[in-house]
């Protein structure tokens, strides 16, 4: 720790405004990391499957309460094409490109700023440098002899740390990047995936649509019961019969 307090102490000014600069970086990557473990990690194949079968079953409420039951960009356009499927074909697609459009941002929210954070980090690390050395020179220059050696290492101290801070911060940034950009790809093109599946499935149902399911209930009681007659009537013309032979 004391190591540490010594590091910037001896980096100067810049030392503490690049500090500041990976207390946002560190703040931005895990905000993101959090929302593709969360929000974006619904799996778009197993959610279709259940609102496929919900659907099928002629249960369009429980699928609305599927797709309102989270706000992950898959259930935002989940539940904006099922809002518009007794409107007809043309009000679904125009739903779902909508909350596509919607949704797409929140998969590359600040993430290129991390490339900018950068830039930015390496910039002040070398003004941190640069401000190390003019002050290194300067005091040579007003220094007696022997205290030239002792005040030039400590300004070479001073860039050199700023250099690395800086350098440090910028090499996060930048593997933070790439990490979260092919996360956001990979997300984006899964929604998109998932928007048409879904258009394709809503498109079906609209051409065919499935009976509700208390109307299923009461045909299926209704076959049971046209059955159950048909045994009754068989079983008693079979008594009939045994009793024309005695």
Request: hydrophobic residues 45%.
């Amino acid at each position: 720790m004391q190591q540490l307090k010594e590091f910037f102490e001896q980096g100067g000014f810049f030392m503490y405004v690049n500090l500041l600069c990976s207390v946002v970086v560190v703040t931005l990557i895990v905000d993101r990391a959090m929302f593709f473990l969360g929000k974006g990690a619904v799996n778009a194949r197993a959610f279709l499957e259940q609102l496929r079968k919900l659907l099928s079953a002629g249960q369009l409420e429980k699928a609305q309460r599927l797709a309102q039951s989270s706000d992950a960009p898959i259930a935002l356009v989940a539940k904006a094409g099922l809002s518009k499927l007794k409107n007809g074909e043309a009000a679904v697609s125009t739903a779902i490109e909508e909350a596509l459009t919607d949704a797409t941002p929140e998969l590359k929210k600040r993430i290129g700023v991390l490339w900018s954070l950068a830039n930015i980090a390496t910039l002040l690390g070398l003004l941190g440098t640069i401000n190390g050395l003019i002050g290194g020179f300067a005091a040579i220059g007003k220094a007696a002899a022997d205290q030239r050696s002792s005040l030039l290492a400590t300004r070479i101290a001073e860039a050199m740390n700023n250099t690395w801070l800086g350098l440090a911060i910028a090499a996060s940034c930048m593997i933070g990047h790439l990490f979260l950009s092919a996360a956001s790809k990979s997300k984006q093109q899964e929604l998109e995936s998932f928007a048409l599946r879904l258009e394709n499935l809503l498109f079906d149902l609209i051409a065919n649509p499935p009976a509700p399911a208390a109307e299923k209930e009461s045909r299926d009681g209704g076959r049971g019961g046209s059955r159950r007659d048909a045994e009754k009537n068989r079983r008693a013309r079979d008594v009939e019969d045994e009793e024309d032979n005695d």
